[in-house]
């Protein structure tokens, strides 16, 4: 429900265009850019453990998956209640667009697996998927974010993140 | 100048009388002369995904608190699921009495990397 809800959010915001400037590079993004791509970045994950739950029957992998979606959740939904609070609505922009349309064809490719497949290929993109967007928001995201409620919430998510991403290496491994 | 040097055994005497009113019971107390010792209520913080402190000091009859600071869950669990403390939301605490026998390695059942444990100790 969630992310349907999100999915037609964005769409709203592509037909009625943002009137933001038009960004190249992450880190030219602003601070309602980096929110939504958080937000975005968020939902897919949850989308990607829904996923895990209803295709895998290992109780390691449903557990990561759970943790992922509780999480994700906290994490959103203090994004929501900052964003409200400031007045502020997220704006779309290419990041965001760019990662929607590689989740949409990783769960593609997903839902086609089953068995151990499925569950090495979760982990590892969990891993993977981790790393790139904690890349992302310590390289690019908090050394620009101007306000600082924001900037300091992006700083708990890393944490969060992080953990998670240490969470799934230590599932690629006993996977493997 | 001099008026305030007159003092200060009176105010170290305040000073203690105060810190011992304050701290007794909470984190530290009085050494019993009695022998009878106060149970003790021991906190520990959940920040950044790490349990402070990792390893805690403990007696019997003892309480431990954990509160979690963080902005995501996390649990108190028992290694052998003996004792939980179950979802912690940010803010939250929850404390388990200190009993004899009990498992004192734990870990968060969220976050499976996130483990410590208690450390139960009959010397005074
Ligand atoms: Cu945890």
């Given at each position: ?52 739950l ?16 509780r ?29 929607l ?5 990783l769960?593609?490719?997903?839902s ?38 924001v ?6 998510g ?9 969470h ?9 | 100048?001099?008026?305030t ?17 304050i ?33 805690l000091r403990?007696?019997?009859?003892d ?19 003996s ?30 990397m ?11």
């Open positions: 429900m969630r992310i349907r809800v999100m999915l037609a959010a964005v769409g709203v915001a592509a037909m009625f265009g943002n009137g933001a400037a038009q960004a190249e590079s992450p880190a030219d993004l602003n601070d309602l850019q980096i929110a939504h791509v958080a937000y975005i970045a968020d939902n897919i994950d949850i989308r990607y453990a829904h996923l895990a209803a295709i895998s029957s290992n109780p390691a992998i449903h557990e990561f998956a759970n943790t992922m979606i999480d994700h959740t906290a994490v959103n939904e203090q994004a929501l209640a900052l964003l409200s609070k400031l007045k502020a609505e997220p704006q779309d922009n290419f990041l965001s667009q760019d990662l349309k590689g989740a949409d064809k769960v593609d490719e997903m086609q697996l089953r068995g151990a497949a499925f569950d090495k290929r979760y982990a590892e993109n969990e891993l993977a998927y981790h790393k790139a967007v904690n890349g992302l928001v310590a390289n690019s995201f908090i050394p620009n974010i101007e306000n600082a409620e900037k300091a919430l992006f700083k708990s890393l944490k969060i993140f992080q953990a998670h991403e240490r799934a290496q230590m599932m690629v491994k006993k996977l493997k | 100048m001099k008026s040097i007159q003092f200060p055994f009176e105010w170290f005497v305040i000073a203690a009388a105060v810190a011992v009113a701290s007794g019971g909470i984190l530290f107390y009085p050494t019993p002369s009695s022998g009878q010792r106060q149970s003790v209520e021991h906190v520990v913080g959940i920040t950044d995904f790490e349990f402070a402190p990792a390893t403990v007696r019997i009859g309480t431990v608190k954990w509160i979690n600071r963080d902005l995501a869950p996390h649990t108190a669990t028992a290694k052998d699921e004792w939980d403390t179950d979802r912690l939301d940010q803010g939250e605490a929850l404390s388990v009495a200190v009993t004899r026998g009990m498992t004192t390695d734990y870990y968060c059942r969220f976050h499976p996130m483990v410590a444990k208690l450390q139960i100790t009959t010397v005074d």
